[in-house]
Structure formats: C-alpha cells, structure tokens
C-alpha cells in the first residue's frame, strides 16, 4: 500500500487465500457482504487506521494473556483428554470482539482485534467463550420451543463462569454491563421476565430484543441476558447443584436446566 500497489489483489494473495477454509466460513456470518462490498471496504483502507493497533500488538503479548487465562479456566472446567481447542486471532473490518465460529467440524474461538482499544478485558471475554466452547460440545439436541430460553440461559452460564475464573472483577464486568444498566436490571427483574414470556417461543425475535432492545416496550439492548445470569444464581445456590465441570459433563442436568423457568 504505502508503494502504491494495488490492494485488492494484494488481500487475496496475502491475506485471504493463505487461510481460505478459516475465511469462507468467517465471511458465511455476513451472508449480506458480497465480494463488491468486500473490495470497496479492503480498498478504502489506509496503514493510520491501523496504528493503534499496531502499537497494541507487541510480540507475543496477546498470546502470553490467552495462555495465562487459559489455565485459570482449565483450573475450572476441562473438556474430556482427547480435545483440543483452537483460537484464532484475526484483523478483519466488522469482527465481534469475540465469537465461536463453527470450522470443519468444530467450533473455534476467534478475537476480532481490529475493535479492540486495549487488551485489559481480553482474559474476560476468553473466559466467557471459554464457556460457550464447553457448553456447545455437551448440548447438542434442544426442544424447539426451548431455544430462546437455552440462548439466554447460556450467556448467563458464561457470565457465571467467568465469574468464578476472574472473582477480582465486578460483577458488571462479567454481565458486561455499565453500574446504572445493571441497577435498571436489578430493579426491573419483572419486566425482564414478562417480555421474554411474551416472546418465549421466538428465537429471532428474544435475540433482536437482547441485542438492540425495544424502546416501546421500555427495554435497554443487552439486558435479557440478565435473566440467565439470575437463572445459574438460583441454580450454584441450591445444596444439591453441581459445580460447573460436572454442569458441563452431565448433558442430562444441562437439559433439566433448559426445561426450567427464569
């Protein structure tokens, strides 16, 4: 680029190509992003986009932090011997933080690093994920009309989790919400609970209120996963609940779970 090189061609043969398998699936979570769009996006970028970035990325220092609190979760819940987890780092243009992605028969961890300003919530989120990975190899099989509520009822689980791996962090960190958005949750657990009633049999429509909220029905984005966080606070609290790894290695209590109510 800064020689005044074609970029497009430059994209596939360096980027795109070398890691194609990796790519066609990442590109499958954005069915509206055609190869027009794609090249316009790779063609409008410049090196300063990029420079905080490049200060971020000294060698080796994101992966020191993964490998760190790789262990702390291991110390928690480990899948069976025979497993391995892979975990891709990329630098793409529209990347959640941090996201599961499913790959040649497996499901993969993967850090969008282009929206990250600093890195002191990367063992957070690792953790979060950390917990989906388990979750998803366990739960293979869920009641049509359960979904909505096993979607909530995960991301509490993966609250939980990291919870108990990063016990130093404030609550808000793990529900990833701001003090006052927790406090409305705190104080509005009822409306909570009646709109995802209302909506209990929609899927789409439970994952669109969670991730963008309602204003006409008086609901915050990223709040009814609240819900499944107090879930897993009534089910660790009672006597007879397994811990975590047993959790994930018991699909059996996993579905007793998903068959109950918020």
Known sequence: MERGKPVWPSYWRSYYFPYRQFFDAYFSLFPLLDRDALKKRVEAIRPQHYSRLRLLLQPGKVEKILKAIHQRSLRLASPEKSCSLKVY??????????????????????????????????????????????????????????????????????????????????????????????????????LLKEIFEKYSHDLEKIMMLEQQGEASLGLPPRTLHFLGYRACEKYFAKPQSLSFQELVNSPEEILNLILSEF
């Open 89 to 190: 780092l990329i630098i793409g243009f529209f990347s959640p933080e941090a996201f599961l992605l499913p790959l040649k028969q497996e499901k993969v961890i993967v850090f969008g690093l282009e929206r990250w300003r600093d890195f002191s919530s990367l063992d957070l989120f690792y953790a979060h994920e950390y917990a989906h990975w388990l979750l998803e190899r366990k739960v293979t099989s869920i009641p049509e009309e359960r979904k909505a509520f096993w979607y909530l009822l995960a991301e509490g689980l993966a609250c939980w989790f990291s919870s108990l791996v990063l016990p130093e962090r404030p609550l808000t960190d793990h529900l990833f919400l701001r003090r006052d958005r927790l406090n409305w949750c705190l104080e509005n657990e009822s």
